[in-house]
């Protein structure tokens, strides 16, 4: 345990921002340019701790308090999750309900700061937002529950790091295709959403921060890059072949393949189109099946067990 706080904390310090470079420079690459330096997003929040916020004046305190919100939850989920091949911070019974709903409410956090600006467009990506995280939401639990009954312990730590989740690679499979489309939809990422447009009909995360401004936007771009990296890390985990030993093999893994994450995640946005509005429903369905899937799968594993 003494050996898994530093790493887990150095890697929550460093690995966040240099993955979404990361992905940046993987994008570039696929358009065949150089692309940005790989700490680009690290200057850019910075950057913009250095600036003063600008707020309106049909605002409320709700408003300054939503992007820090959305932070402290982030990083609050992060305590829970193997982050670098080792135990997490915290681990408590049926933690993954508290994980959920972390994000959960730092999601409501940015919807409300996002409607406390009065502005109708910024009502509808929080309209959007609150679509796509209702149909979204049981997909986490539906992956907990599988890894859960196969393994048969009920924290978080415990059943992404099970032994017996050695021989259940279908099980693995299906949950990491579950989590990959989680991941995508709560990191605004292609084909649900692309941040890098200002198109009104595509817009989703991106109109609900327009507004923010100076360190506030830092605080929503530390937070996205934190909750990346823990996607990126629960999706890690589960493919490690070294996640229920530890040591340095597994955080030496576990470094790696949430850097192929990433370059997937990156491959995606570049060569796959934004799905129409009306598909992206249909889209979480399918992370909906294939956690139902693993949860069957789970199921029956812990119905065979004498």
Not at 148 to 166: M, Q, Y
Request: charged share 10%; net charge positive.
């Amino acid at each position: 345990m003494s050996a898994s706080l530093p790493l887990n904390l150095l890697s929550l310090l460093l690995l966040p921002l240099l993955l979404s470079g990361w992905i940046q420079r993987v994008k570039a690459l696929w358009s065949g340019r150089r692309g940005p330096p790989l700490l680009q997003p690290a200057y850019d929040v910075a950057r913009l701790l250095r600036k003063s916020p600008v707020y309106s004046r049909t605002t409320t305190p709700l408003f300054r308090i939503g992007p820090w919100c959305l932070l402290a939850t982030t990083l609050g989920s992060a305590a829970l999750v193997p982050l670098c091949g080792s135990r997490s911070l915290a681990s408590f019974p049926f933690d993954f309900v508290w994980f959920a709903y972390a994000w959960g409410l730092g999601r409501v956090a940015l919807m409300l700061a996002a409607l406390d600006t009065g502005s109708s467009f910024q009502g509808m990506g929080s309209a959007r937002e609150a679509t796509f995280s209702t149909l979204l939401e049981p997909v986490l639990f539906l992956v907990a529950a599988a890894l859960c009954l196969k393994s048969g312990a009920h924290t978080f730590d415990g059943a992404l790091r099970s032994e017996l989740l050695g021989g259940a690679w279908l099980l693995r499979a299906c949950a990491v295709l579950a989590l990959a489309v989680m991941l995508q939809v709560e990191s605004a990422r292609m084909p649900v959403d692309d941040p890098s447009t200002h198109l009104e009909l595509t817009m989703v995360h991106e109109v609900m921060v327009l507004d923010h401004s100076g360190p506030d936007l830092a605080a929503v771009q530390l937070a996205s890059a934190i909750k990346l990296f823990v996607g990126s890390s629960l999706m890690a985990t589960l493919l490690n072949p070294w996640a229920a030993s530890g040591g340095p093999w597994a955080a030496g893994a576990q470094l790696l393949l949430s850097f192929a994450v990433a370059t997937a995640v990156g491959t995606v946005e570049s060569l796959v189109a934004r799905l129409k509005l009306r598909l992206v429903p249909s889209y979480i369905a399918l992370a909906l099946a294939s956690g139902s899937v693993a949860l069957l799968l789970g199921a029956w594993g812990a119905a065979a067990v004498p």
